[in-house]
DNA sequence: CTGAAAGCGCTTACAG
DNA sequence: CTGAAAGCGCTTACAG
């Protein structure tokens, strides 16, 4: 087998120009049915592949994108990356991945070079504290609504509040919310949802563990038995990944989730369906975020370069924030374990297993 | 500013030819030290930044490296990402994601989709149970020493050995191991590992967890607290996911860990050293093997084709079997809580914390 | 509707 | 050591 069919290839067969057959494979020139036809179909037969190196050096365009996060160590990339890859995918583009390992300056250096290595847009998770200055070519920025400069981004604000009043419906009437970066706008909304779910019906303190562990080491306890006797009845965590450290802290101190308190975390990381009891979050609809992040992207591509602030698109405007999906399991149920049996909240409005989820 | 400044813009400002700009940049031509120098100082000053698409076109290489999983994810997708992307990086390649969502014949159509997005090669770590036909195209697999066409892997069966003389050494008598898959390579590998460890030391009985959700419903207790009272005192779960399942179970059946049994996982999920107690479990050399898997590839890919069974890396030879490291935190303790206090192992290898995993 | 021609930016023999 | 020329595969005005 000779090396890949091409254009020519094709027009040789069929005895006519590149130009037309260039034409009939973008449906760009006005080409005839029939020829059309046939020059698909040669191109078929031959198993035409088009080089995409090739139609990067005429038209600029790559047909590739970046995708950078701060860390793509983070538990959260899995879903990022699947959601950016699929929209990228059914718009046409292929996906690069940049990582600066959570190093800030890193950030712009992978940045960097994925755009050396032609990517015609950007995608970026900032890490949290930083902001994303213009590097001469398309960005979509998914942070946070309230973070200057955000593209899209699930409304981490509503969010908090949606989890809040999901406690105070319960009953809870304490409530602890543990964050760890206080720089974070993601964390910091999601943060002032809850308390304002909570302000004037209910008491919420904040613990950052970030925080505790500058002064008490890494990894150390973060005491939430503590609170627990002082009254607290339950925890907010603004990711599952702080609510896992919170649910195996309480469990293994004695605490029964949920009858003694309820915990509840953020984001329906892999293992929110998968532990005992299973883990109430809120879930990003990453899909559309995704899909949003991508359709602004190509529509900055097809423009031509950087967005200038006048050319917001129609589409999108407003609907930068994305709701998201609270999704209720077992380890936040009604306060002290009045419930009647059977009472329970246990609906699994999600898949709670961890059969779907092991590859290797 | 105007577009990017390209060869022919340093020739034309220093009045030479292109072709020893090009030479002087890439090194290869003669070119005079003095020349050389000025073409490379003209060609920053002018901030070239050579072309990726144009090199592509006239060398046939892309210099982009496909990744492709079953499933990106998976939780340990962060980890392949993050050790091929800087691999590949270093190697001046980049990296581009496929996803098949865990389907199986769509793991075929993803690697199509880079084939055709132009990567010069791909790293696949397929789905348990696949296996990866020839795609006229370099490839490495990154599966299990055990699976035919395995490039470079975890040695899995050694890794499943340490763990099971880890728990055979505190004492443990009676182990139960948690598998999903009966079709993974790599679960099978590690749980003949456990297995053999025990064979005349002690009992090993193994439990499939996607029987019992088959049987019982997805999300289902496994009925580990049943276990216990019948006299197993460990569980050796081959993920790390599996092992968090596994823990909660039985810390919200009101088993202490490690006190009264011992749990252990494999891989180093990121919760691993979050949780409380801390996850002992068994890690891949993740570095290592992207390291081989890249290095593997681009010699592929520099000999021009796929690779025939007669041109095998010299230096690779007898290194596709990578050791993993055993992280030994506070969930697997001495049997049965007899040891003195303070004398509980609760080494941490592994930094426990989780301030450092979240960037958003 | 169809084609000849130029050009995208680079590399690579081949001359000089 | 240096350069003129062809070519990688495609697209895009522009003629016909």
Redesign the pocket.
């Known amino acids: 087998m000779a090396?890949?069919a091409?254009?020519?290839d094709i027009a040789k067969a069929l005895?006519?120009?590149?130009?037309?057959?260039?034409?009939a494979?973008?449906g760009?020139?006005?080409?005839?049915?029939?020829?059309?036809r046939a020059i698909r179909e040669k191109a078929k037969e031959l198993g035409?592949?088009?080089?995409l190196?090739?139609?990067a050096?005429?038209?600029?365009r790559s047909h590739v994108l970046g995708l950078v996060l701060a860390d793509i160590g983070h538990p959260l990339f899995p879903q990022f990356a699947q959601a950016i890859e699929h929209a990228a995918s059914e718009a046409g583009y292929g996906v690069l991945i940049g990582d600066s390992r959570g190093d800030i300056e890193a950030q712009s250096r992978a940045i960097n070079r994925l755009i050396e290595r032609g990517a015609d847009g950007i995608v970026v998770v900032p890490r949290h504290g930083t902001c994303i200055a213009d590097i001469g070519r398309p960005v979509a920025v998914i942070d946070s609504p309230s973070t200057p400069g955000n593209t899209v981004a699930a409304d981490h604000r509503n969010g908090g509040l949606e989890m809040g009043r999901h406690l105070l419906e319960l009953g809870h009437r304490s409530v602890a919310i543990i964050g760890l970066h206080s720089d974070s706008n993601v964390q910091n909304d999601r943060i002032a949802g809850i308390r304002e779910a909570f302000a004037g019906k209910g008491e919420a303190r904040l613990i950052w563990i970030g925080e505790m562990e500058r002064s008490h080491g890494s990894g150390c306890p973060l005491g939430l038995v503590g609170l627990v006797e002082e009254g607290v009845t339950a925890f907010a965590a603004v990711s599952d990944l702080h609510a896992l450290r919170a649910i195996t802290e309480l469990q293994q101190g004695g605490v029964s989730i949920p009858d003694d308190v309820s915990v509840t975390g953020f984001d329906d990381l892999i293992w929110a369906g998968v532990i005992a009891p299973s883990l109430t979050t809120m879930r990003m609809d990453m899909e559309r975020i995704a899909e949003i992040a991508i359709a602004d992207l190509i529509s900055q591509i097809d423009q031509g370069g950087a967005r200038d602030a006048s050319s917001d698109l129609p589409a999108l405007k407003g609907q930068s924030s994305i709701p998201m999906e609270l999704i209720i399991r077992q380890s936040s149920g009604p306060v002290l374990g009045r419930a009647a049996p059977g009472d329970r909240t246990s609906v699994h409005r999600w898949p709670a297993s961890s059969s779907a989820t092991d590859p290797v």
């Open positions: 090396s890949r091409n254009l020519s005895g006519v120009s590149v130009a037309t057959v260039s034409n494979m973008s760009k020139g006005r080409v005839s049915k029939e020829l059309g035409y592949v088009p080089s190196a090739g139609r050096l005429s038209t600029g």
